[in-house]
């Protein structure tokens, strides 16, 4: 079974708190993803990579970076959190090449305040 | 942006009945389809792949593809309670890589 396991279930952070969300996958998987997820916009990528050191921007990057040290680790970072970020993040990958399928972590519902 | 459109619903069906969900994809250039279910709180979990034209079943879901009027269905038979969740439509998107997810249908099974 793949396992896509994020570190938090839940956070709470302060406003301009530098804030990191992890993801780690057993799965040997070329790509990871970082989602967030907010009731009405649905699933939006905020960043990706496909490889390690590697890294493209989704639809949303602005207010956020990664970091991509190790195949198995994609980390989500938030320089300065601010509270529209308060969302759910969820985290997922696959194989390159593959059908495309991703998996997903449980997610982190991140709360700024 | 490449676009995924759902009915957000909700739709309502009674139990043992057919549930269809619909989306529709704006890139024609799209191969890869997915239908994933997620409950409330929890992340989505893959229910059905399809990647031809036509019907593709698995027990009692069965995913319709039609390339050429770009939609994607999803149809859920003998509904039961426990399949109360929102359904999202994913495509592949522009970089081959990422998936373009539809906001979700969400789908109530009244006993």
């Known amino acids: 079974d793949v396992k896509v396991t994020q570190s938090s279930r839940y956070l709470v952070k302060r406003t301009g708190e530098k804030v990191f969300l992890e993801c780690v996958q057993d799965m040997d998987h070329e790509n990871m993803f970082w989602y967030r997820q907010d009731p009405g916009l649905g699933l939006r990528l905020i960043y990706f990579s496909y490889d390690v050191k590697m890294k493209e921007k989704g639809d949303i990057p602005e207010g956020y970076s990664v970091s991509r040290e190790k195949k198995e680790r994609f980390s989500l970072i938030l320089e300065s959190a601010s509270t529209n970020q308060t969302s759910m993040y969820l985290c997922?990958?696959?194989?390159?090449?593959?059908?495309?399928?991703?998996?997903f972590g449980a997610g982190t519902r991140l709360s700024v305040l | 942006q490449k676009e995924v459109e759902q009915n957000s619903g909700p739709l309502s069906v009674p139990e043992g009945a057919i549930a269809s969900l619909n989306c529709t994809y704006s890139d024609r250039g799209s191969q890869s389809f997915f239908w994933y279910r997620q409950y409330s709180g929890k992340s989505p979990e893959l229910i059905m792949s399809?990647?031809?034209?036509g019907d593709k079943e698995d027990g009692r879901f069965t995913a319709q593809l039609n390339k050429a009027s770009q939609y994607v269905s999803l149809l859920i038979r003998d509904s039961q309670p426990s399949d109360s969740a929102t359904y999202l439509c994913a495509v592949n998107g522009d970089s081959g890589y990422a998936l373009n997810f539809g906001k979700g249908t969400s789908l109530l099974v009244t006993p």
């Open positions: 997922a990958s696959n194989l390159q090449g593959g059908v495309n399928i991703q998996y």
């Open positions: 399809i990647y031809s034209n």
